[in-house]
């Protein structure tokens, strides 16, 4: 199959991956960085290369609303936000998940005020990792537009009916051309599929209650449910990426390693960083340190397991953090890591650095800062601190 070299930005790239998988309804409200991805999907609906009924709405809630009531009648429904549109459409986005609604929204991650900054870090989604969504994060512009299209076939899957967010960093990805590959319109349809709802809202011969008060009689066993999803939900994006790649050529799992089955020292990052801590990585084997990265792509679910076994064996881990938890002890990609390790024979120790908000550069020498810390650690030194700031000025 001969696939179509094209440059394109982060947020082209993902309207074109929601083109190709035709949804029938687009719920849309601008914010930047994510307002450019609507606008070049809307002018694919204007120009009759996709058949979808644009909603614009006047806000973001109202947003995820429409989405929330298009998705119950059955139709394939997708929307988009960043930033302080995420946290006006919170109530519903959890309404979302609660109805085992697979919408996708492409999430293009810029830091929430105040003050009011428009760059990238990811407090946003980090402040949604437990509504029960399926968060992918992505390196680049291809991540994105390949993670755009297997979202659709993760959340409509039988077993798993739950929405997902695409989620990548505002103007380093969303607004930066970069040659990429896209599938041919067809084979992307092929490949996505006719949207096969489990329930219609206006199905009058199986008629059932969206949204209903919930007490404490049954409301305990209905998030049972969500939680099941989650666990059925990591087998499936297993097959979903495993047939990707065979499409493709592009291969994908819930985490990338970079050098890391033999490090002795590990980062662990999200997001377009990864790229920059690769160099990292080059340049600290010249320098005889045995360091390796690890790139997690999918952090909810959360893949415990593999996360652990990635990991067994390093002298030291360090992961950094594009968000602060405030009042917290360390970021949230910390905690979930240093907990998967908890009570394992032999875990490395895990520390943590806090660094970009507010679209701060995070540069090589600042990485390099942070395998340095991390070598003394597995040359038998004990950092000061476990959690770190990282490129603050003094």
């Not at 694919?44 to 006047?58: H, K, P, Q, S, Y």
């Not at 405030?326 to 875990?347: D, H, K, M, Q």
């Amino acid at each position: 199959m001969e696939q179509q070299f094209v440059a394109l930005t982060g947020n082209e790239a993902v309207a074109t991956a929601f083109k190709q998988a035709r949804p029938h309804v687009a719920s849309a409200f601008p914010i930047t960085p994510q307002t450019e991805m609507m606008h070049k999907f809307a002018e694919f609906v204007a120009n009759g290369e996709v058949d979808t009924e644009m909603i614009l709405v006047e806000s973001e809630h109202s947003a995820m609303s429409a989405a929330v009531g298009a998705e119950s009648a059955g139709a394939r429904t997708i929307t988009a936000t960043s930033s302080a549109g995420f946290a006006l459409m919170w109530e519903i986005v959890y309404v979302a998940a609660s109805l085992r609604l697979p919408i996708v929204m492409a999430l293009v991650n810029r830091a929430l005020s105040g003050n009011i900054n428009i760059h990238n870090d990811h407090s946003d989604s980090m402040g949604g990792r437990d509504s029960g969504w399926i968060q992918i994060y992505c390196e680049d512009a291809q991540e994105a537009y390949d993670s755009a299209l297997m979202a659709f076939r993760i959340g409509e899957h039988p077993d798993v009916q739950l929405p997902v967010m695409v989620c990548y960093d505002g103007f380093i990805i969303s607004h930066t051309a970069e040659s990429i590959y896209t599938l041919p319109d067809e084979e992307a349809w092929k490949f996505v599929g006719p949207f096969k709802p489990q329930r219609r809202l206006i199905d009058t011969d199986k008629p059932y209650t969206v949204g209903p008060l919930d007490l404490t009689d049954y409301y305990f066993e209905h998030k049972i449910g969500e939680i099941e999803a989650h666990e059925k939900a990591l087998p499936v994006i297993d097959a979903v990426f495993k047939e990707y790649g065979a499409l493709s050529g592009r291969e994908y799992d819930v985490y990338e390693g970079y050098k890391l089955d033999d490090a002795e020292v590990a980062v662990v990052v999200l997001g377009s960083t990864a790229g920059t801590a690769k160099d990292v990585v080059d340049q600290m084997r010249n320098d005889g340190i045995k360091a390796g990265l690890l790139k997690l792509r999918l952090f909810r679910p959360f893949p415990k397991d593999r996360l652990v076994e990635a990991l067994e064996g390093k002298k030291a881990v360090g992961v950094m953090d594009r968000c602060a938890s405030f009042g917290g002890f360390g970021g949230p990609v910390f905690n979930e890591i240093r907990s998967a390790l908890y009570g394992v024979e032999g875990a490395p120790p895990v520390y943590n650095w806090i660094y970009g908000l507010g679209g701060r550069d995070c540069d090589l020498d600042q990485i390099g800062t942070v395998f340095g810390a991390l070598d003394r650690v597995a040359k038998g030194e004990k950092l000061e601190k476990t959690v770190n700031l990282l490129g603050v000025r003094l």
